[in-house]
């Protein structure tokens, strides 16, 4: 027989699920303009109006919350990035599209830009190698531009890790300093290593 | 474990004062690099600190009110350091590039012979909040201008954009970092030529930079 939609009580499993994304949602807010380290867990509780008790049901402490929080941030901004790449373009094309998705996610959700850059260099060992562990992916996607070099055995092994780190760097500042940055500047940090300087302004001007 | 520092023999040595204010302050300072590159800057206590001074915890207040500022002089004291040794290093060379790579070279057996300094230097900063980690982005931009010092002026060389010379550091530190923290932090000077490379390819052109950077290998 069915009952009434609407009156039957969600299930326990939906509820904690929703009360989670909640919490999350208002920890990297809380995250991004306390800092991590100035963080409590008080303050994430009255953020997200609701009990302490609720709160340790969901996370065992601050830094799990924050991996929680932050493990949202990347998967969404993952996606996002991801749908924005075209399928059949080559890599100059692909990386141009990827960094321009990036730059809107960091404008368009400036806490979750500051938690996913900054706060996580913060928030201890196992933030940072999660931190560290999505720089190697992008420094792997790099690499595919060796092809498009002219002088491919002129790059320095490193020049991977070194072009990653001076983005992540160079977008960290921006971010703290709440400037915006341009798709062209960004292009000159990572692609010119690999197309040179020419090929990598006429990206940045068609797009 | 932090190792254990000498200390001078407790009750009256008849050792002139400077001499153990001096002694004290010196073996604080490699106290606190030593611990702060074990456990990081939040975590360090001054418990720790002192215990490896070999030191009390009234003799550590009488020096500094709090670790941060322990820390801050620690770092302020290395950089003067570094920067006599990179200074007399590159007071030779009267080309720009090779100067920057005997500035590069000295910073690298510096932090080679003592990789806790490394971690000290590029890696606690950053993990300390962003209090720290803000004043540690100011040192890195001092060491990006203290490596442009002396640079002909154009044509010979050219002004890369702000995102490439800000980015340029993190570059290098990134770079630095991975190897100390792969363990390999005493083969720190084999990323001379990468290093050189990467930091001159913006003011020279890669193919000049290359060719500094070949001249080393």
């Given at each position: ?121 913060a ?85 | ?7 001078l ?55 500094f ?21 990179t ?12 100067r ?12 080679a ?36 010092e002396?640079m ?66």
């Amino acid at each position: 027989m069915p009952t009434a939609v609407g009156r039957e009580p969600l299930p326990r499993e939906v509820l904690a699920e929703h009360q989670r994304e909640r919490i999350l949602e208002a920890a990297v807010e809380v995250f991004a303009a306390r800092g991590y380290q100035g963080t409590t867990v008080d303050h994430l509780v009255a953020a997200g109006h609701i009990g302490v008790g609720s709160f340790y049901d969901q996370f065992a402490n601050k830094e799990e919350c924050f991996l929680a929080a932050y493990e949202r941030v990347e998967s969404s901004w993952r996606g996002r990035i991801a749908s924005a790449i075209p399928a059949d373009e080559t890599w100059p094309r692909r990386l141009a599209a990827a960094l321009a998705a990036l730059l809107e996610a960091i404008e368009e959700e400036p806490p979750a830009a500051r938690l996913a850059l900054v706060e996580v260099q913060a928030a201890g060992a196992r933030a940072l190698a999660e931190h560290d562990r999505t720089l190697d992916e992008v420094a792997e996607l790099l690499r595919q531009g060796r092809e498009h070099s002219a002088v491919p055995e002129q790059l320095p092994a490193t020049l991977e890790v070194a072009t990653v780190g001076g983005l992540a760097w160079f977008l960290q500042q921006r971010i703290v300093g709440d400037e915006a940055t341009e798709l062209p500047e960004v292009l000159e940090v990572v692609a010119a290593p690999y197309l040179g300087e020419k090929a990598t302004a006429e990206l940045a001007t068609r797009g | 474990m932090t190792p254990r520092l000498a200390r001078l023999p407790p009750g009256r040595h008849g050792l002139p004062r400077d001499f153990v204010v001096q002694n004290q302050r010196d073996r604080l300072a490699a106290a606190m690099i030593a611990v702060v590159a074990e456990h990081g800057l939040t975590d360090a206590t001054i418990t720790q600190i002192c215990a490896a001074a070999g030191i009390s915890r009234r003799t550590f207040y009488g020096y500094f009110s709090s670790k941060e500022e322990c820390f801050a002089e620690t770092y302020a004291g290395i950089v003067r350091y570094m920067r006599a040794a990179t200074d007399a290093a590159a007071v030779e060379e009267d080309e720009w590039p090779r100067r920057v790579r005997a500035k590069l070279n000295a910073m690298l057996e510096l932090l080679a012979a003592n990789p806790d300094l490394a971690r000290f230097l590029l890696i606690a900063p950053q993990r300390a909040g962003e209090g720290v980690a803000a004043r540690y982005r100011e040192a890195m931009a001092r060491t990006v201008a203290y490596l442009c010092e002396g640079m002909p002026p154009p044509p010979a060389t050219r002004a890369p954009s702000d995102a490439v010379a800000s980015s340029l550091i993190g570059g290098m530190v990134a770079i630095v970092v991975r190897k100390v923290n792969a363990g390999e932090g005493d083969d720190l000077p084999r990323l001379l030529p990468d290093l050189l490379e990467l930091f001159l390819t913006p003011y020279l052109g890669r193919s000049e930079a290359i060719r500094f950077g070949a001249a080393y290998l």
